[in-house]
């Protein structure tokens, strides 16, 4: 019903920045809730933030917030993650997702997410 599409990963440094993209397509009109997920090897997925249609409200985690940023252009179905000062925490497979369902604040990382992309590869070497 609805496909995710990331692309944009790839290997930095230390303090460099880099733009993640997610494209959704098939029934966009089901997608309210995009967000984005990390999980980096031998440890747990981890919320790293979300984008509400409704309000275009957004949420972020202490661990990423004042260094991401995500946005939204409607018209391209597409959600973007800007991520500054990256980190070599950083570093691990972000997951773009959407929900039919909208929220805002801290209930996001609990939302019922539905669809999935495949991940990108992020690696950020000290």
């Known amino acids: 019903q609805v496909q995710l599409v990331e692309s944009g990963g790839g290997l930095v440094q230390a303090g460099d920045s880099l733009r993640l993209s997610c494209a959704a397509s098939?029934?966009?009109?089901?997608?309210?809730?995009m967000a984005w997920f990390r999980q980096a090897p031998g440890k747990e997925r981890e919320f790293v933030t979300v984008?509400?249609?409704?309000?275009?409200?957004?949420y972020y985690p202490d661990s990423v917030k004042g260094r991401f940023t995500i946005t939204r252009d409607n018209a391209k179905n597409t959600v973007y993650l800007q991520m500054d000062s990256l980190k070599p925490e950083d570093t691990a497979v972000y997951y773009c997702?959407?929900?039919?369902?909208?929220?805002?604040?801290?209930?996001?990382?609990?939302?019922?997410?539905?669809?999935w992309g495949q991940g990108t590869q992020v690696t950020v070497s000290s």
């Open positions: 997702a959407a929900s039919p369902q909208d929220c805002r604040g801290s209930v996001c990382p609990y939302l019922i997410y539905d669809y």
């Open positions: 984008h509400s249609r409704r309000d275009s409200s957004t």
């Open positions: 098939g029934r966009t009109d089901l997608v309210y809730a």
